[in-house]
Each structure stands twice: as C-alpha cells, then as structure tokens.
C-alpha cells in the first residue's frame, strides 16, 4: 500500500535552513515523504527528496505572465502536483474549472496530482459537507484521469488550515469514505488514494493515523520543523492498510 507524509511548505522556507532541516529529518522507509517547496526550489530539493510543486498554471504555454507550467515543473524533477489547494481558491480566485484544466495538464506531463478538496465551516454547520466534496470531485472530471497512474485526493477542510483545529480521526473517516463514493462514481478508472490535511501535528497524528482511514497527510506549519514533520512521518508509517 502507499503511504504519504507530504510537506506543504506555502511561501515559507524552514526557519533553521534548508541543510539543517534535511539533516534534522527522519524519512521511514514505510512512508512517502514528499516535500513541496516554493517554485525557485524545486530543483534544489528534488536532488535531496521526492517534491511537489504547490500549483501549476491551467495553460500549457504562451503569454502568461507569472505562471509556471506542468512540463515546466516536471523538467525541474518534481513528481506530484498540488492542484486546487484553498489558498489558491480562495485567496487567488481559482475555480473548479481551471482546476480541471490544471489536473488534464499536471496528468499530460506525467505529474501525480494532488487535487484538494475540503468545505469551509458554513457548509459544514449546513450539513452539507459531504455534497459540497462530491460536486469539487465532479466537477474536477477530465478524460485524462483514465490514463493517471495515480492521483491523490486531499480533505483539507478550510476551517482547519492554518487555524489548530484540526478535524478528528473520526470526521475524516466518514469524510474519506464519501470521497472514496464520489470518486468511484464520477472517476471511475482513476487509481486514487486519500489524504487528509489541515492543522495536523506530532499531538494529532496518532488519532488520525488511527481512525483517520487515510492513505497519509498534507502538511502545512508542522511540516516546517524538522522534528515535527519527522514525528508525522513516523505516524504515516505506522498507517494499516485502508
Ligand atoms: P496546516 O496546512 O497544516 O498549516 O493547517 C495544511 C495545508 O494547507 O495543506
């Protein structure tokens, strides 16, 4: 089975430096450990561990400036892309449309994609958390998932990004489970594993690993420290089988 501790590092480098931190960190050979580094970096990490590009552009060329493409990302060595991440949705206005146009490209340059997905806290007090995941799975539907050996999908609800409230192992249980519903009937070919991400910590990852019934974490500010990061890594490879 596979399973996966990945860094999120954001806009952030870790505060104790990039060689002390690799120094610092305990990857066990049970777990994917994958670290997502700003664009400038990709090729410098990519020489010392698995990367992720946080982001790609829904464009394969052309006039757009700022923008970093799939082809573009892989030629720096990274493997996986994360695609449809709240900040982007949220802070930079990207919608499920461009996030379709994003997976098509990040699959056509042989990137495993890392598609999130997860409710903000209205949707979730409505009762309505499990639907709002579902349309994000289907909307995200584009032909060349039949031919992606693998994707990722991660929960990350947005009321848990960033703010220490994580979700408990139980909500991302139910949670995985209609994602495992949604993505058999609207992806029916892709091979996909399941993730969680929002606030987790070496204090939370026991619960989840324990009754989480994740293939493995998104990262974000624990993923930062050394010590931590290694700390949930340890706890992914200790994962059963889902
Ligand atoms: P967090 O971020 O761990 O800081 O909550 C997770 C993410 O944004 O992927």
């Not at 056509?108 to 409505?126: I, S």
Request: aromatic share 8%; with cysteine; net charge negative.
């Amino acid at each position: 089975m596979r399973r996966y501790a990945i860094a999120n590092w954001k806009m952030n480098l870790p505060p104790a430096g990039v060689d002390a931190y690799f120094e610092r960190l305990r990857a066990p050979r049970e777990a994917s450990v994958v670290i997502a580094p700003p664009f400038p970096y990709l090729k410098e990490i990519a020489a010392r561990a698995t990367v992720a590009a946080q982001n790609c552009a829904d464009q394969p060329s052309g006039a757009f400036t700022g923008e970093v493409s799939a082809a573009m990302i892989r030629d720096c060595g990274a493997k996986f892309a994360i695609i449809g991440h709240s900040e982007r949705r949220n802070i930079f206005g990207e919608n499920d449309a461009m996030i379709a146009r994003k997976l098509a490209l990040a699959i056509d340059a042989a990137l495993t994609p890392v598609l999130c997905v997860g409710e903000n806290q209205n949707v979730r007090d409505d009762g309505q958390a499990a639907a709002f995941v579902a349309t994000q799975i289907k909307l995200t539907a584009v032909p060349q998932l039949e031919r992606a050996s693998e994707i990722l999908i991660a929960y990350e609800p947005v009321w848990a990004i960033g703010t220490g409230r994580n979700a408990t192992g139980a909500m991302v249980a139910e949670m995985a489970g209609h994602i495992r519903d949604a993505s058999s009937r609207f992806w029916p070919a892709a091979d996909v594993s399941i993730l969680y991400g929002g606030s987790v910590t070496p204090e939370n990852v026991g619960d989840l690993c324990e009754n989480g019934r994740v293939d493995g974490y998104l990262v974000g500010g624990a993923s930062l420290d050394p010590f931590k990061f290694s700390a949930i890594c340890e706890g992914v490879a200790g994962l059963a089988e889902t």
